[in-house]
C-alpha cells in the first residue's frame, strides 16, 4: 500500500515557476513508477509526466515538454514535478500517482494539489 500526499501548489502568474512535491509512504516507493496528471475544470484527468524507479527514464507531455522536469528522490520517498514558464492552460488539479509495474495504469493516487496561472 502506497499514500501519496502532494504538496507545493498555488496562483502564480504566467511565466513564474512552481515545483510540485508528492511524499510517499510505503516501504517500496523505490520500486515504484511515478506519475503527474492533471485535470482542468470541465476536462479529463491528462497525463503529465512519468519517471522510472531509478531515475533513469523520464516522459512528458508534449504541451509540458521542455518546461517541466519531473525528478524523484528514493532516499526522501519524494517525488517532484518542477514546473517553468507557466501558461494559463497549466490551470489544473494536480495529482501525483504511482504504479507498481513498467506499464499499465497507476494503482495509487493522491488528492491533488491546485495550481492556478494567471494571464
Known amino acids: 500500500q502506497v499514500q501519496l500526499v502532494e504538496s507545493g501548489g498555488g496562483l502564480v502568474q504566467a511565466g513564474d515557476s512552481l515545483r510540485l512535491s508528492c511524499a510517499a509512504s510505503g516501504r517500496t516507493f523505490s520500486t515504484y513508477t511515478m506519475g503527474w496528471f492533471r485535470q482542468a475544470p470541465g476536462k479529463e484527468r491528462e497525463f503529465v509526466a512519468t519517471?522510472?524507479?531509478?531515475?533513469?527514464?523520464?516522459y512528458y507531455a508534449n504541451s509540458v515538454k521542455g518546461r517541466f522536469t519531473i525528478s524523484r528522490d528514493n532516499g526522501k520517498k519524494t517525488v517532484y514535478l518542477q514546473m517553468n514558464s507557466l501558461k494559463p492552460e497549466d490551470t489544473a488539479v494536480y495529482y501525483c500517482a504511482a504504479r507498481a509495474g513498467i506499464a499499465g495504469s497507476f494503482d495509487y493516487w493522491g488528492q491533488g494539489t491546485q495550481v492556478t496561472v494567471s494571464s
Open positions: 519517471i522510472s524507479w531509478s531515475g533513469g527514464s523520464t
